[in-house]
């Protein structure tokens, strides 16, 4: 199944609290529960201004469909296309 990076501009992001950052955690997995396997979170960075989270999905417009059923911004989705690391280059 595909993989996607979803960039979300959240103003001073980086100053949330860990409460904060749970509920939006709850909030996200809650949706994802009502969406069904259909669609999986990884993991997410939180930067100072932005979100990059890392999704398992069918496509896009499961993405999106999360995204606007959070409440949460989805700025820039962009299907992953290879994984490289330092053990690339051997």
């Not at 979803?6 to 100053?15: L, S, V």
């Not at 997410?44 to 932005?50: E, F, P, R």
């Not at 989805?74 to 051997?90: G, H, K, L, Q, W």
């Amino acid at each position: 199944m595909p993989k996607f990076v979803i960039e979300r501009e959240i103003p001073e992001e980086g100053r949330l609290s860990s409460e904060q950052l749970q509920a939006i955690s709850q909030k996200s997995c809650g949706v994802l529960r009502e969406m069904g396997a259909q669609i999986q979170w990884v993991q997410s960075y939180v930067t100072d201004n932005k979100i990059y989270c890392i999704y398992v999905a069918p496509d896009e417009d499961a993405v999106r469909k999360h995204a606007q059923q959070g409440g949460f911004p989805a700025n820039r989705i962009s299907r992953i296309r290879s994984v490289i690391d330092p053990t690339t280059a051997e």
